[in-house]
């Protein structure tokens, strides 16, 4: 996949990606008075939200559960490592774009973009991740030994979003209706995603049509260990895992034969 030539390269400029990591976090609060509070903030306020809403105002339950907290944590689960997901997508699609001046201007190993948008994206899930952590412990909820199996699927998850955030990104610098394309199709993915519902809910006319969302089992495996404190069935991920994988590959294969026609492009 990625050649000894990439490595080294990633390698020289580890100071240039993380700088950039660096800055990325620190503009975000530049100007704010509580600055860098807020990446706790706003975290910390969705989980209470849901909690409140779902766990005390609405009463809503799980299937299969007896816990007041069930549907929060399932919810929890869900949108913030989908959030994870559609960040990395979002922002792989217009990271060529974006970079255009730095581009033209510097020259620097092309492939330390999308590694720098997979590390801000992980910087900002990993506070928020680590703070819902401490409501499971804290609510008693917390999964035990199996929340460990979590970091296979967070590395299959980011495999999956980079491969298709280099691919969309490539062709979105050729083809610019390519972005706006994948920003309605995610809205659709979202709501095709057992991620507010239970997939026991879906019709059975519809419920085998999961099959072809390779984010459904990924979710589903976090939920898994989230809420029932269970491994994830890893035989529903190998599918994703080479889908990962061809994606990646593929990303990497246009990257190499485009990247000079990119620049020219931008």
């Known amino acids: 996949m990625i050649s000894p030539m990439m490595l080294r390269g990633l390698w020289a400029y580890r100071g240039f990606v993380l700088g950039s990591v660096k800055r990325e976090f620190q503009s975000k609060y530049a100007n704010a008075i509580l600055g860098a509070v807020w990446s706790l903030l706003s975290p910390l306020a969705m989980i209470l939200v849901y909690t409140v809403i779902f766990a005390e105002v609405m009463r809503a339950k799980l299937p299969g559960s007896d816990s007041n907290l069930a549907y929060s944590v399932y919810l929890c689960a869900g949108i913030l490592t989908w959030g994870l997901f559609a960040e990395i997508v979002a922002r792989g699609q217009n990271m060529f774009i974006e970079q ?142 080479v889908l990962a994988l061809l994606l990646c590959v593929l990303g990497l294969r246009m990257f190499r034969k485009r990247a000079g026609e990119m620049v020219d492009e931008l």
Do not use: H
Not at 113 to 124: F, M
Not at 173 to 190: K, L, S
């Open 100 to 241: 255009a001046n730095l581009l033209k201007k510097i020259s620097f190993p092309r492939i330390c973009l999308p590694l720098i948008v997979v590390l801000s994206a992980l910087v900002n899930f990993g506070i928020i991740f680590g703070l819902f952590t401490l409501f499971l412990i804290v609510s008693g909820n917390f999964p035990g030994l199996a929340y460990f199996a979590l970091l296979p699927v967070l590395v299959l998850q980011v495999l999956l979003a980079l491969g298709i955030g280099m691919v969309t990104g490539i062709l979105n610098v050729f083809f610019r209706d390519v972005g706006q394309f994948m920003t309605i199709a995610m809205q659709f993915w979202f709501w095709f995603t057992p991620i507010v519902y239970p997939a026991s809910i879906l019709p059975d006319t519809v419920r085998p049509l999961l099959a072809y969302n390779p984010m459904a089992p990924v979710i589903q495996a976090y939920q898994t260990v989230l809420v029932k404190g269970e491994l994830p069935d890893w035989g529903s991920l190998l599918p994703v895992l």
